[in-house]
């Protein structure tokens, strides 16, 4: 039997209106300490998103998708905060914030591999 390591995963969302409280789940995130794994996987459905806010800025929300790719891959390309320790990242990614991309509370599980984790969360929550 394969051993099980220690995930966080948050469900990334796109909140047109701050005020209403209202979201569309958009992306995944997961955070694996053992496996050194921080890695996101997003979809925009512009039907979806179109209903949900007729005035959504796509290639905005798509650019604040990829600022959440480059710091979990980290480096010069993720700006201060890619240089940081991945679990420093995740926990930057993840902290309440008031603006049009949020996150979920951080949610724990265990899993064998995070790649797959990750993969199956995104289908599950996102698709």
């Not at 979920?104 to 899993?111: D, E, I, T």
């Not at 064998?112 to 969360?121: I, N």
Request: with cysteine; aromatic share 8%.
């Amino acid at each position: 039997m394969q051993e099980k390591h220690l995930f966080e995963y948050a469900v990334i969302r796109f909140v047109p209106c701050v005020e209403r409280e209202e979201f569309l789940n958009v992306g995944v995130i997961v955070y694996c300490a053992k496996q050194g794994f921080l890695q996101t996987i997003y979809t925009l459905n512009e039907e979806k998103l179109r209903a949900f806010s007729e005035n959504a800025d796509l290639a905005e929300l798509h650019e604040r998708l990829q600022a959440f790719e480059r710091v979990c891959a980290g480096g010069n390309d993720g700006g201060p905060i890619g240089k940081l320790p991945v679990a420093s990242r995740f926990r930057w990614l993840t902290a309440a914030r008031s603006t049009v991309v949020q996150t979920s509370a951080v949610h724990p599980g265990l899993c064998a591999d995070a790649k797959e984790t990750l993969e199956r969360l995104h289908k599950q929550l996102v698709l």
